[in-house]
């Protein structure tokens, strides 16, 4: 986790370049569209995602403070095949690549915290990948579903996580159908490895971390 020093110096570089608004539900970015500029997430959250030939939406990447993204167009010049919409409205800065990949030249403390954020999420795709080729669509949402929580879980007891996400948006993430999603949660919640609540669904973190050796 990045610490209070390198937070202020991502935040003051960032800060020299004009701050915009956007509302929950844009595209900011299309596939096979260069990115107008690295995009610095000041509040709100982003969502990296593909879709497929059969038209099915599969979630890649979601974005949080103090991300700033796409890297991999910055450093590397990859083509950009991937859509990037708001799922919350946003608050973002828009600085120019070259400038940002200059910035981290001049600072390898905030470089190498970015990788390993960039590990960190490397890890968690190689680990889908496993998970997914074990074909089993209990394994997969349970991932799904530890993802969501180590992100953007409240506490809500002992061993207890509270997440609030749709059942589309999990089926995008887990590659499953919407069918799926809905039939697999209710197996859990007669195991007690989940209930479902008016407020989101609580997890047993613990339980469903040994169902699938987490």
């Given amino acids: 986790m990045a610490t209070v020093k390198i937070l202020d110096k991502i935040n003051d570089f ?3 370049y004009e701050k915009k608004t ?10 096979h569209e260069d990115p107008k500029a690295i995009t610095h997430l000041i509040d709100g959250v982003i969502e990296q995602y593909d879709i497929t030939p059969e038209g099915n939406k599969v979630t890649v990447n979601i974005f949080k403070p103090p991300a700033f993204f796409p890297m991999s167009w910055a450093i ?9 919409a708001t799922l919350t409205d946003v608050e973002v800065h828009y600085a120019p690549a070259d400038k940002v990949v200059a910035f981290l030249e001049k600072n390898p403390d905030v470089t190498m915290d970015l990788l390993s954020r960039l590990y960190k999420g490397t890890d968690a795709l190689l680990r889908r990948l496993v998970i997914a080729a074990s074909g089993m669509a209990s394994n997969r949402l349970i991932f799904e579903l530890l993802i969501e929580s180590y992100r953007f879980g409240e506490s809500v007891g002992e061993n207890e996580m509270l997440i609030k996400i749709k059942q589309g948006n999990l089926a995008a993430r887990s590659g499953l159908a919407r069918e799926t999603v809905s039939r697999e949660l209710h197996k859990l919640e007669r195991g007690q490895f989940l209930s479902m609540t008016k407020r989101g669904i609580v997890l047993n973190i ?3 971390e040994q169902q699938i050796g987490a």
Avoid: C, R, V
Avoid at 76 to 84: D, E, L, M
């Fill in 14 to 16: 960032f800060d020299e």
């Fill in 22 to 31: 956007i509302s929950k539900g844009t595209i900011i970015t299309f596939a």
């Fill in 76 to 84: 590397n010049k990859t083509p950009n095949t991937y859509f990037f």
């Fill in 206 to 208: 613990a339980e469903l």
